[in-house]
């Protein structure tokens, strides 16, 4: 196996017992996503579990390749891609993610989001089981919100709702070098105009007023976690449970 020997050589010379736990950026490529010194990649491999598809990220090293892999891939309205984070962990594994895309449209607007799938891969560059973490980390909404002229004169001129969804995972500062990394997920989220919300009739508020033509951030969906893996579940789990944000991150 051509794969397992490059991959040991590589981490032998430059990842021995003390690995720093952080992401190294991805650049999307054609054909895969690459660290900027072309050391590794990460490609798609499709399958299939039960009655569903599925997508896995792999790693390869300089000069590999598989006949199996892709770079993109689209189910539906749900399009698939390498995750632009890779982290080399201290027993010559990774983790790397999926970027799993979902749109759509409806009357008077439509919304696009990004969640991302993170796995935990071995020293040969293969996933060991399922994702060990999976959170949103990006969304834009518009939603119409005007349907006459008295609407637009109680909107302010506003007629669309914008929410809109962003998250950082990161390395913790206090990570360590061995096993796996605590994890910070830190998110914002916001609404505009100031005051709507997508579970009411933004039309049954008070009018708005040119104070108002504002993107609020959202107090309850603007936080920040620490996830920590736990061995037994085989997944990461938050310091505290994640409040519902599906307004902001469902489109």
Same mark, same amino acid.
């Given at each position: 196996?051509?794969?397992?020997?490059?991959?040991?050589?590589?981490?032998?010379?430059?990842?021995?017992?003390?690995?720093?736990?952080? #992401?190294?950026?991805?650049?999307?490529?054609?054909?895969?996503?690459?660290?900027?010194? %072309?050391? @590794?990649?990460?490609?798609?491999?499709?399958? +299939?579990?039960?009655?569903?598809?599925?997508?896995?990220?792999?790693? =390869?090293?300089?000069?590999?390749? +598989?006949?199996?892999?892709? !770079?993109?891939?689209?189910?539906?309205?749900?399009?698939?891609?390498? @995750?632009?984070?890779?982290?080399?962990?201290?027993?010559?594994? #990774?983790?790397?993610?999926?970027?799993? %895309?979902?749109?759509?449209?409806?009357?008077?607007? %439509?919304?696009?989001?990004?969640?991302?799938?993170?796995?935990?891969?071995?020293?040969?560059?293969?996933?060991?089981?399922?994702?060990?973490?999976?959170?949103?980390?990006?969304?834009?909404? =518009?939603?119409?919100?005007?349907?006459?002229?008295?609407?637009?004169?109680?909107?302010? %001129?506003?007629?669309?709702?914008?929410?809109? #969804?962003?998250?950082?995972?990161?390395?913790?500062?206090?990570?360590?070098?061995?096993?796996?990394?605590? =994890?910070? $997920?830190?998110?914002?989220?916001?609404?505009?105009? !100031?005051?709507?919300? +997508?579970?009411?009739?933004?039309?049954?508020?008070?009018?708005?007023?040119?104070?108002?033509?504002?993107?609020? !951030?959202?107090?309850?969906?603007?936080?920040?976690? +620490?996830?920590? #893996?736990?061995?037994?579940?085989?997944?990461?789990?938050?310091? !505290?449970?994640?409040?519902?944000?599906?307004? $902001?991150?469902?489109?």
């Amino acid at each position: 196996m051509i794969l397992p020997v490059l991959l040991s050589a590589l981490l032998q010379a430059g990842t021995a017992s003390s690995v720093d736990a952080q #992401f190294q950026p991805l650049k999307l490529g054609d054909d895969d996503a690459c660290t900027a010194d %072309g050391r @590794w990649c990460v490609v798609l491999v499709e399958g +299939r579990q039960g009655d569903e598809n599925t997508v896995r990220p792999v790693v =390869l090293a300089a000069g590999s390749a +598989r006949t199996d892999a892709t !770079r993109a891939v689209s189910y539906g309205q749900e399009s698939y891609q390498p @995750w632009r984070g890779l982290m080399p962990l201290a027993d010559g594994g #990774f983790l790397a993610g999926v970027d799993v %895309g979902a749109s759509a449209m409806y009357s008077g607007g %439509g919304g696009q989001s990004s969640t991302v799938a993170l796995y935990r891969l071995d020293a040969a560059g293969d996933a060991t089981g399922g994702p060990v973490l999976t959170v949103p980390v990006l969304s834009s909404l =518009l939603i119409r919100a005007c349907f006459g002229e008295k609407d637009m004169g109680q909107r302010a %001129g506003a007629c669309h709702d914008e929410y809109s #969804f962003e998250a950082k995972l990161t390395a913790a500062p206090d990570a360590g070098s061995g096993g796996m990394p605590t =994890l910070i $997920y830190a998110t914002t989220a916001t609404a505009y105009p !100031r005051g709507v919300s +997508r579970s009411k009739d933004s039309l049954e508020n008070p009018p708005l007023k040119p104070a108002d033509l504002v993107a609020a !951030r959202d107090p309850t969906c603007s936080f920040e976690r +620490r996830f920590t #893996f736990d061995t037994a579940a085989g997944v990461y789990q938050p310091d !505290r449970p994640l409040p519902d944000c599906s307004d $902001y991150t469902v489109p």
